[in-house]
């Protein structure tokens, strides 16, 4: 069964660094999708895409954050300058086109995030 | 409460027990959903409910929904030690955002 992967599962940084998440949604689907989860939290949105731009966004989602599909099949993203509190789990989801309602998505196993 | 609160926050029951969480939301919803997430691992969807619906069966699981007392129950029959995980609701409210909002989720022990 296809299912969304992401790399790296595990990634230690330095406050300030940046860093760059990634992921593979599931081969034929069209809306992806980033969501944190801060340890003993709820999973928080932070951001949809659809046809190479972003569609929602959530306050989490500042101008440290961006998003990007650079070929046809990754979708990253990016934390241009790290802080302590971005430390989380973030999930990256996608959805399929012909689910026009985005009722279903499926959420990869997730990169911990430690910044120290 | 706040939209999609769990409820109990954690549960422990014996293998063979029935497990049931509850979720309750505050604002008209298009839909509702059940994920598990295994322990440092992502999400896997469980059921999806419309609001037109009010129960809905996948093999051991029963969700069903009141959406006059905005809430929605998730049953695990006969319980296994592999159901060990946390379980969130996530609702989509109606004519909003595609976004589902999630809650904190129950945290579901199954000792063998």
Sequence with gaps: EPEVTQTPSHQVTQMGQEVILRCVPISNHLYFYWYRQILGQKVEFLVSFYNNEISEKSEIFDDQFSVERPDGSNFTLKIRSTKLEDSAMYFCASSDPRDSQQETQYFGPGTRLLVL | SQQGEEDPQALSIQEGENATMNCSYKTSINNLQ???????????????????????????????????????????????????????????????????????????????
Aim: aromatic share 8%; charged share 20%; hydrophobic share 30%.
């Design chain 2, 34 to 112: 059940w994920y598990r997430q295994n322990s440092g691992r992502g999400l896997v969807h469980l059921i999806l409910i419309r609001s037109n619906e009010r129960e809905k069966h996948s093999g051991r699981l029963r969700v069903t929904l009141d959406t006059s007392k905005k809430s929605s129950s998730l049953l695990i029959t006969a319980s296994r030690a592999a159901d060990t995980a946390s379980y969130f609701c996530a609702t989509r409210v109606s004519g909003g955002s595609y976004i589902p909002t999630f809650g904190r989720g129950t945290s579901l022990i199954v000792h063998p």
